[in-house]
Protein backbone atom coordinates (compact mmCIF):
# COMPACT_ATOMS: atom_id res chain seq x y z
CA UNK A 1 0.00 0.00 0.00
CA UNK A 2 1.44 3.06 -0.89
CA UNK A 3 1.59 5.95 2.15
CA UNK A 4 1.71 10.39 1.61
CA UNK A 5 2.25 13.04 3.95
CA UNK A 6 -0.77 14.72 4.38
CA UNK A 7 -2.13 18.58 4.90
CA UNK A 8 -5.58 18.73 6.78
CA UNK A 9 -8.06 20.37 5.37
CA UNK A 10 -10.89 19.13 8.11
CA UNK A 11 -12.90 21.58 9.31
CA UNK A 12 -14.10 21.47 12.94
CA UNK A 13 -16.68 22.96 12.85
CA UNK A 14 -18.96 20.88 10.55
CA UNK A 15 -22.37 20.13 12.03
CA UNK A 16 -23.76 16.57 13.01
CA UNK A 17 -27.02 16.97 13.22
CA UNK A 18 -28.91 14.25 11.69
CA UNK A 19 -32.16 15.83 11.82
CA UNK A 20 -32.58 17.08 8.47
CA UNK A 21 -31.02 15.07 5.41
CA UNK A 22 -29.01 15.85 3.20
CA UNK A 23 -26.58 18.83 4.04
CA UNK A 24 -23.68 20.39 2.51
CA UNK A 25 -20.14 19.98 3.86
CA UNK A 26 -17.61 22.48 3.10
CA UNK A 27 -13.41 21.13 3.58
CA UNK A 28 -10.73 24.08 4.28
CA UNK A 29 -8.95 25.39 1.34
CA UNK A 30 -6.03 23.30 -0.56
CA UNK A 31 -3.74 25.50 -1.93
CA UNK A 32 -0.05 25.06 -3.02
CA UNK A 33 1.21 24.11 0.56
CA UNK A 34 -0.34 20.73 -0.40
CA UNK A 35 1.94 20.35 -3.23
CA UNK A 36 3.57 16.56 -3.32
CA UNK A 37 1.13 16.11 -0.37
CA UNK A 38 -2.63 14.77 0.50
CA UNK A 39 -4.91 16.99 0.85
CA UNK A 40 -7.38 15.38 3.06
CA UNK A 41 -10.70 17.00 2.68
CA UNK A 42 -13.46 14.79 5.40
CA UNK A 43 -13.15 12.32 6.94
CA UNK A 44 -15.48 9.91 8.80
CA UNK A 45 -14.85 8.59 12.56
CA UNK A 46 -17.73 7.24 14.89
CA UNK A 47 -16.37 9.31 17.70
CA UNK A 48 -16.04 13.12 17.38
CA UNK A 49 -12.50 14.34 17.25
CA UNK A 50 -11.16 16.63 14.29
CA UNK A 51 -14.43 15.42 12.29
CA UNK A 52 -17.76 15.46 13.76
CA UNK A 53 -18.47 12.18 15.01
CA UNK A 54 -21.05 10.23 12.78
CA UNK A 55 -22.18 7.30 15.42
CA UNK A 56 -22.37 4.22 13.94
CA UNK A 57 -24.83 5.75 11.07
CA UNK A 58 -24.02 4.78 7.28
CA UNK A 59 -22.99 7.91 5.22
CA UNK A 60 -24.52 8.46 1.76
CA UNK A 61 -22.50 10.58 -0.35
CA UNK A 62 -24.67 12.34 -2.86
CA UNK A 63 -23.07 14.86 -4.57
CA UNK A 64 -19.03 15.98 -4.59
CA UNK A 65 -18.32 19.25 -6.21
CA UNK A 66 -14.86 21.29 -6.25
CA UNK A 67 -14.71 24.86 -6.31
CA UNK A 68 -11.97 26.27 -7.88
CA UNK A 69 -11.24 29.77 -6.94
CA UNK A 70 -7.62 30.20 -8.20
CA UNK A 71 -6.26 28.13 -10.93
CA UNK A 72 -3.66 26.25 -10.02
CA UNK A 73 -0.41 27.35 -12.21
CA UNK A 74 3.68 26.34 -12.07
CA UNK A 75 4.25 23.53 -14.38
CA UNK A 76 2.24 20.70 -15.33
CA UNK A 77 -0.14 20.03 -12.76
CA UNK A 78 -1.78 16.31 -11.28
CA UNK A 79 -4.55 15.84 -9.31
CA UNK A 80 -6.68 12.85 -8.22
CA UNK A 81 -8.99 12.49 -5.78
CA UNK A 82 -9.67 9.09 -3.61
CA UNK A 83 -10.73 7.42 -0.86
CA UNK A 84 -7.89 7.17 2.12
CA UNK A 85 -7.60 5.51 5.22
CA UNK A 86 -5.98 6.99 8.48
CA UNK A 87 -4.69 5.06 11.36
CA UNK A 88 -7.19 7.18 13.86
CA UNK A 89 -9.21 10.36 13.46
CA UNK A 90 -6.49 12.42 15.29
CA UNK A 91 -3.85 12.28 12.27
CA UNK A 92 -3.43 15.69 11.30
CA UNK A 93 -0.83 17.69 9.15
CA UNK A 94 2.31 16.11 8.65
CA UNK A 95 0.57 12.43 9.21
CA UNK A 96 0.12 9.89 7.23
CA UNK A 97 -2.48 8.63 4.90
CA UNK A 98 -2.69 5.06 3.49
CA UNK A 99 -4.53 4.85 -0.34
CA UNK A 100 -7.54 2.46 -0.91
CA UNK A 101 -9.06 3.89 -4.65
CA UNK A 102 -6.87 7.14 -5.42
CA UNK A 103 -8.99 7.86 -8.14
CA UNK A 104 -12.64 6.75 -6.75
CA UNK A 105 -14.32 10.18 -6.95
CA UNK A 106 -11.66 11.83 -9.71
CA UNK A 107 -9.74 10.74 -11.93
CA UNK A 108 -6.25 11.96 -12.95
CA UNK A 109 -7.26 13.48 -16.32
CA UNK A 110 -10.71 14.82 -15.37
CA UNK A 111 -8.86 16.26 -12.10
CA UNK A 112 -5.98 18.10 -14.04
CA UNK A 113 -8.05 19.71 -16.35
CA UNK A 114 -10.28 20.69 -13.53
CA UNK A 115 -7.93 22.25 -10.85
CA UNK A 116 -6.50 24.78 -14.14
CA UNK A 117 -10.80 26.04 -14.45
CA UNK A 118 -11.95 28.29 -12.32
CA UNK A 119 -15.51 27.60 -11.35
CA UNK A 120 -17.35 24.33 -9.82
CA UNK A 121 -16.83 21.07 -11.22
CA UNK A 122 -18.65 17.68 -10.92
CA UNK A 123 -16.78 14.15 -11.29
CA UNK A 124 -16.41 12.63 -14.35
CA UNK A 125 -18.07 9.62 -15.54
CA UNK A 126 -14.51 8.02 -15.56
CA UNK A 127 -15.12 7.90 -11.56
CA UNK A 128 -15.76 5.15 -9.91
CA UNK A 129 -18.17 7.17 -7.59
CA UNK A 130 -19.81 8.54 -10.78
CA UNK A 131 -20.59 5.55 -12.08
CA UNK A 132 -22.14 3.89 -9.50
CA UNK A 133 -24.20 7.15 -8.43
CA UNK A 134 -25.72 7.71 -11.55
CA UNK A 135 -26.65 3.77 -11.70
CA UNK A 136 -28.65 4.51 -8.52
CA UNK A 137 -26.76 2.21 -6.34
CA UNK A 138 -24.78 2.74 -2.96
CA UNK A 139 -21.50 0.87 -3.19
CA UNK A 140 -17.95 1.39 -1.05
CA UNK A 141 -18.02 3.94 -4.17
CA UNK A 142 -20.41 6.67 -2.78
CA UNK A 143 -21.10 5.20 1.14
CA UNK A 144 -19.35 5.07 4.05
CA UNK A 145 -19.81 3.08 7.10
CA UNK A 146 -17.89 5.19 9.97
CA UNK A 147 -15.18 3.68 11.79
CA UNK A 148 -12.55 4.97 14.82
CA UNK A 149 -9.64 2.37 13.32
CA UNK A 150 -8.62 2.76 9.95
CA UNK A 151 -11.03 5.90 9.48
CA UNK A 152 -11.96 6.23 5.79
CA UNK A 153 -11.15 9.93 4.36
CA UNK A 154 -11.59 11.55 1.17
CA UNK A 155 -8.28 12.93 -0.07
CA UNK A 156 -7.12 14.68 -3.26
CA UNK A 157 -3.01 14.15 -4.19
CA UNK A 158 -1.95 17.47 -5.76
CA UNK A 159 1.52 17.36 -7.71
CA UNK A 160 3.12 19.07 -10.53
CA UNK A 161 6.71 18.72 -12.68
CA UNK A 162 7.20 22.37 -11.33
CA UNK A 163 6.86 24.42 -8.16
CA UNK A 164 3.00 25.35 -7.63
CA UNK A 165 2.85 28.89 -7.32
CA UNK A 166 -0.63 29.52 -6.94
CA UNK A 167 -4.21 27.54 -6.80
CA UNK A 168 -7.46 27.22 -4.20
CA UNK A 169 -9.81 24.81 -3.85
CA UNK A 170 -12.31 23.74 -1.85
CA UNK A 171 -14.47 20.54 -2.04
CA UNK A 172 -18.31 20.51 -1.21
CA UNK A 173 -19.81 17.19 -0.41
CA UNK A 174 -23.60 16.47 -0.15
CA UNK A 175 -23.67 13.90 2.82
CA UNK A 176 -27.03 12.20 4.53
CA UNK A 177 -26.33 10.36 7.77
CA UNK A 178 -28.34 7.81 8.26
CA UNK A 179 -28.96 6.76 11.66
CA UNK A 180 -28.47 3.59 13.06
CA UNK A 181 -30.94 2.07 15.39
Same mark, same amino acid.
Given at each position: ??? *? #????? &? &???? &? #? %???????? =?? +?????? *?????? /???????????? $????? +????????????? %???????????????? $?? /????????????? =??? %????? @? #????????? /????????? $???? #??? @???????? %? !? =?????????? =?????? !? +??????? $???????? +??????
Amino acid at each position: MTT *A #TIVDL &R &RTDL &R #T %NVLENPYW =IT +SGEMTL *ACDDKG /ALFFSFPITKSV $SPGYG +SSFVLIHELVMEV %NTVFAGGAIAFHMGSY $SL /ATDVVTTAGLCTE =IDP %NMYWE @A #TDGAADTIA /AGFHVPDTA $SAYL #TDH @AAGIYTTD %N !S =IIPVDATVLC =IVGMLT !S +SDTITQG $SVYLHALI +SVVPAV
